[in-house]
């Protein structure tokens, strides 16, 4: 396969191409009749119509698909797929933001049932998190983070305009932090979320205040950066929000059809992507998940596809030192080249 990796030489390589997963045909290809009329059977592998949230843990992808209404549990080692949420207990609607702890627990946000649910890793029904009628309540639940040091789930609730803050152990709200407005700590229906695992802080994408708010982990606030804008460093429509190991902070804005990579102070680094179909470019990008390795995976919902990067770490070229040498060395393809432009 071709490599691809942003920047160019002579500059230091930084983010490297890994690929981009569909669904079943990624492994079992497409029927005959599917190429025939370019309509699926029943027979035909399930795939990504408009997957919105992604997260991976245990070497498995994690794709809620707003309109499938189901996880797409993608494992590309075995070359197979499950769903989770397509079973009567705990069926979900519309799954939006995911995260996975330690014991294998997934947490999928369904903005429509104003809830949390919990499965096992074969999608078993666990419990929801949300109590209607209690000082929780969520009314439009969308990006969650995990901070499995403090035992805390944070969840962004867009409607009422705040970040939402419940126990792991055992689903009880905890607090919450923000209001509507546009003054430090205030939100204009905020969308995605990380967490920092270094020091714990929270990232909250400020949708429609076109900005990244940053807090630490008992919602004080800490800084911002992001305006509204069209060159790099500014947001027309930001979404999905991921932090790596080292810090940086990446944010898929989907008009822009591209990923801000920033560093932990909110100064522009890089940027990746324009529209498009080919490898590196998007169509209304929206989730977006850093892993413990530094991968990084991005729902490229109308290109019904997860594309998948590695940020190319400290730690990662020590522990791939060839791997790091053959970029350096690589003389970049027009495809490459393609995707500088």
Same mark, same amino acid.
């Given at each position: 396969m071709e =490599?691809i990796?942003? *920047?160019l030489p *002579?500059e230091?390589?930084?983010?490297?191409y890994l690929?981009?997963?569909h669904?079943?045909?990624?492994?079992?290809?497409?029927?005959a009749?599917d190429v /025939?009329l370019?309509?699926p059977? $029943?027979d035909?592998?399930r795939n990504l119509i408009k997957p919105?949230?992604?997260?991976?843990?245990?070497?498995?992808?994690?794709?809620?698909?707003?309109?499938a209404a189901?996880v797409f549990v993608?494992? *590309? $080692?075995?070359?197979k797929v499950s769903f989770?949420?397509d079973?009567? @207990?705990? $069926?979900l609607?519309? *799954?939006?933001g995911?995260?996975?702890?330690k014991?294998?627990r997934?947490?999928?946000a369904?903005?429509?049932q104003?809830?949390?649910f919990?499965?096992?890793?074969?999608?078993?029904?666990?419990?929801?998190?949300g109590?209607?009628?209690?000082?929780?309540?969520?009314?439009r639940?969308?990006?969650?983070?995990?901070n499995?040091?403090?035992?805390?789930l944070?969840?962004?609730?867009? @409607?009422?305009?705040r970040?939402k803050?419940?126990?792991? =152990?055992?689903g009880?709200?905890l607090?919450?932090?923000?209001k509507?407005?546009?003054?430090?700590?205030?939100?204009n229906?905020?969308t995605n &979320?990380?967490?920092?695992?270094?020091n714990?802080n929270?990232a909250?994408?400020?949708? @429609?205040?076109f900005?990244?708010?940053?807090?630490?982990s008992?919602?004080q606030?800490?800084r911002?950066f992001?305006?509204?804008?069209?060159?790099?460093?500014?947001?027309?429509?930001?979404k999905?929000?991921?932090?790596?190991?080292?810090?940086h902070?990446?944010?898929?804005?989907?008009?822009?059809n591209?990923?801000?990579?920033?560093?932990?102070?909110?100064?522009?680094? /890089?940027? &990746?992507?324009?529209?498009g179909?080919?490898?590196?470019e998007?169509?209304?990008?929206a989730?977006l998940?850093?892993d413990?390795g530094d991968?990084?995976y991005?729902?490229?919902? @109308?290109?019904r596809?997860i594309q998948?990067?590695?940020y190319?770490?400290?730690?990662?070229k020590k522990?791939?030192?060839?791997?790091?040498k053959?970029?350096? /060395?690589f003389k970049p393809?027009?495809l490459? =080249?393609t995707?500088?432009q």
């Amino acid at each position: 396969m071709e =490599k691809i990796f942003w *920047p160019l030489p *002579p500059e230091e390589p930084r983010i490297l191409y890994l690929g981009s997963y569909h669904g079943e045909s990624d492994f079992k290809g497409k029927s005959a009749l599917d190429v /025939l009329l370019g309509e699926p059977d $029943k027979d035909v592998p399930r795939n990504l119509i408009k997957p919105y949230g992604v997260a991976a843990r245990f070497g498995k992808i994690f794709a809620g698909d707003t309109v499938a209404a189901v996880v797409f549990v993608i494992d *590309p $080692k075995n070359r197979k797929v499950s769903f989770i949420g397509d079973k009567p @207990m705990g $069926k979900l609607r519309i *799954p939006v933001g995911i995260d996975i702890d330690k014991k294998g627990r997934v947490y999928v946000a369904d903005a429509r049932q104003q809830r949390v649910f919990v499965y096992d890793l074969k999608g078993k029904f666990i419990t929801a998190i949300g109590d209607p009628d209690g000082p929780g309540k969520l009314e439009r639940p969308a990006g969650i983070a995990l901070n499995e040091k403090n035992g805390r789930l944070y969840i962004v609730d867009v @409607m009422d305009h705040r970040v939402k803050v419940y126990s792991i =152990k055992d689903g009880e709200f905890l607090f919450a932090f923000g209001k509507r407005g546009r003054g430090e700590g205030e939100f204009n229906f905020p969308t995605n &979320i990380a967490v920092d695992r270094r020091n714990g802080n929270v990232a909250v994408v400020d949708t @429609m205040n076109f900005r990244v708010q940053i807090f630490d982990s008992e919602g004080q606030f800490l800084r911002t950066f992001g305006k509204l804008g069209i060159v790099p460093g500014t947001f027309a429509r930001p979404k999905g929000i991921g932090i790596d190991s080292e810090g940086h902070i990446y944010v898929a804005d989907a008009a822009f059809n591209n990923i801000q990579i920033f560093d932990d102070e909110g100064r522009i680094l /890089l940027f &990746i992507g324009k529209f498009g179909t080919r490898p590196g470019e998007f169509n209304l990008p929206a989730g977006l998940y850093v892993d413990r390795g530094d991968r990084i995976y991005v729902a490229d919902s @109308m290109n019904r596809r997860i594309q998948v990067f590695q940020y190319i770490s400290e730690a990662w070229k020590k522990k791939y030192p060839e791997k790091y040498k053959e970029l350096k /060395l690589f003389k970049p393809s027009s495809l490459n =080249k393609t995707q500088e432009q």
